[in-house]
């Protein structure tokens, strides 16, 4: 894999939109595609998570992982583009598991302690990311 490729080796071809993503889970519990979007936040421990955003801010974010913690992004990514290839699907993220991301994104105690209740996201398991130069 080259310097911009991370976890299986995967081409941008046939690519999706974040946006016509959220359309395919409006109508579909589960999702498998090729996306391509906004990275708005790296795991600042390791980068074993990145959160994607669309350009539209009333859209919801999608909390990225990676398929078997096979491969971590780089920590100075945020506002790059990425594709990333795997399946996205609802969840409910614990309020343990929210706070403990909260602080691996670095966030304040206040911000941390403000974490009350569980929430349902929108996430993604990535089989293969190619990180986009511009």
Request: proline residues 2%; hydrophobic residues 35%.
């Amino acid at each position: 894999t080259g310097k911009n490729q991370f976890g299986e080796k995967i081409s941008s071809k046939g690519a999706i939109t974040y946006d016509q993503l959220l359309v395919q889970l409006s109508k579909s519990d589960k999702v498998t595609a090729k996306v391509k979007g906004r990275v708005s936040a790296v795991c600042q421990a390791k980068g074993c998570w990145m959160t994607i955003v669309s350009d539209d801010a009333s859209k919801p974010s999608m909390f990225v992982k990676f398929k078997d913690y096979g491969f971590f992004m780089p920590k100075d990514i945020s506002g790059k583009q990425v594709i990333m290839q795997g399946e996205a699907y609802y969840q409910t993220t614990s309020v343990e598991e929210l706070k403990h991301y909260a602080e691996d994104e670095g966030l304040t105690k206040e911000a941390i302690a403000s974490i009350t209740q569980p929430k349902k996201e929108l996430k993604f398991m990535a089989s293969g990311v190619i990180l986009l130069d511009k």
